[in-house]
């Protein structure tokens, strides 16, 4: 297999990974809402005193955040930070 065709190989994979990470980000953000709605319209016809649902909106919302920064802001590590994480282990041996 020749340098360029594995070259694709790899863009193809990564785009495949980053599109699937994307669906899913999409699906969990859709559950999110979905779910929170319902929540909130529980809270309402109880008698919508103390805003109870505050504490599922804020503690799944931090995990929705994280998902979306691994999916739109984490970015996969180039060459020179892989080759200074290798020359930190070895020295760690």
Do not use: C
Request: proline fraction near 1%; aromatic fraction near 14%; avoid cysteine.
């Amino acid at each position: 297999m020749s340098n360029e065709t594995a070259n694709m190989d790899q863009l193809r994979e990564r785009a495949i990974r980053n599109l699937k990470k994307r669906r899913d980000f999409k699906a969990h953000l859709l559950v999110y809402v979905l779910m929170n709605a319902f929540v909130v319209a529980i809270w309402a016809v109880t008698g919508a005193g103390f805003f109870w649902p505050v504490f599922l909106l804020v503690g799944w919302g931090i995990g929705l955040v994280m998902n979306a920064w691994d999916v739109y802001f984490n970015d996969d590590f180039d060459e020179e930070q892989i080759k200074r994480e290798i020359e930190h282990l070895e020295s760690h041996r």
